[in-house]
């Protein structure tokens, strides 16, 4: 077709080939550049997870409180709202979900201006949950997540899901227990070979909340040392409220430094 055409032909032909091509070129970077685009805006828009107990006593007699502690709760759920996450909440039957402890100070706040209590009262069935909409799970104490969450598949499934997507793990208080006994798909424990806080057994022996921790399914350290951790105590940490992070799993022994489980959740997934 070229020998056909005069030189201002050639010229005309070659130069809307090159213009295509160019064209061509700009729509497969402004393609790429949108997908890039979609692909962050789905990573910065990830939630966090919390998971919570159904359990309101624990089925002795007397009837020894077994609800969430809210202020486990309350102040990490703040921070992740402060720093623009939005939050579900999870719970082995769904629905509501009870607290212990006066609403003070930040729980308080998060309770009258960023609606914890009604999104703790809507928490998901663990089968109502899209596990890739989240960057990270956080469980805190009371002593229900011992006996509902521990040793529940589907629940488990959040932390080994979750953790396996690159994700980060937090816990305070009794609950690094909830996910103690959590096996990833290679079969080996969450907690295996990581540091790891959680309530300690000297303190759980010394108080009459559980009986002396007679009424538990188990103690969180033992819990914890028994499947590979190196378990956090008061005689190895020099302050007792230290946070404690191991690769993706951030853990404090006791409910005051609980926010920063949750600052520090936050700082290792945008470091991720």
Do not use: C
Not at 19 to 35: P, R
Not at 45 to 67: C, F, Q
């Amino acid at each position: 077709m070229l020998k056909k055409m005069g030189l201002w032909g050639k010229a005309l032909f070659l130069g809307k080939t090159n213009k295509l091509k160019h064209s061509g070129g700009i729509i497969f970077v402004l393609f790429s550049l949108v997908l890039s685009f979609n692909a962050v805006a789905a990573e910065a828009n990830k939630k966090v997870l919390i998971v919570v107990s159904n359990m309101v006593d624990m089925g002795d007699k007397d009837k020894h409180d077994a609800r969430n502690n809210l202020w486990e709760y309350a102040p990490p759920f703040h921070v992740f709202m402060t720093h623009g996450f939005d939050v579900d909440f999870v719970s082995p039957q769904g629905g509501e979900v009870k607290f212990m402890m006066d609403p003070v100070g930040i729980s308080s706040y998060a309770i009258k201006y960023q609606g914890f209590l009604d999104k703790a009262n809507e928490s998901l069935k663990p089968s109502e949950v899209n596990l890739d909409d989240y960057w990270g799970v956080y469980v805190g104490g009371g002593y229900g997540t011992l006996f509902d969450v521990a040793g529940n598949p589907e629940m488990a499934n959040v932390f080994t899901a979750v953790y396996q997507a690159g994700g980060v793990v937090g816990a305070a208080g009794h609950g690094a227990g909830a996910f103690a006994d959590v096996k990833l798909s290679n079969g080996d424990y969450l907690v295996a070979g990581k540091r790891i806080a959680g309530f300690p057994d000297s303190t759980e022996k010394d108080k009459s909340w559980a009986k002396n921790g007679t009424l538990l399914p188990f103690l969180v350290e033992s819990r914890l040392n028994r499947n590979g951790a190196f378990a956090q105590n008061k005689r190895l940490l020099e302050d007792k409220h230290e946070v404690i992070v191991d690769q993706r799993i951030v853990t404090t022994m006791f409910l005051p430094s609980a926010a920063i489980v949750a600052k520090e959740m936050i700082i290792l997934h945008r470091n991720i």
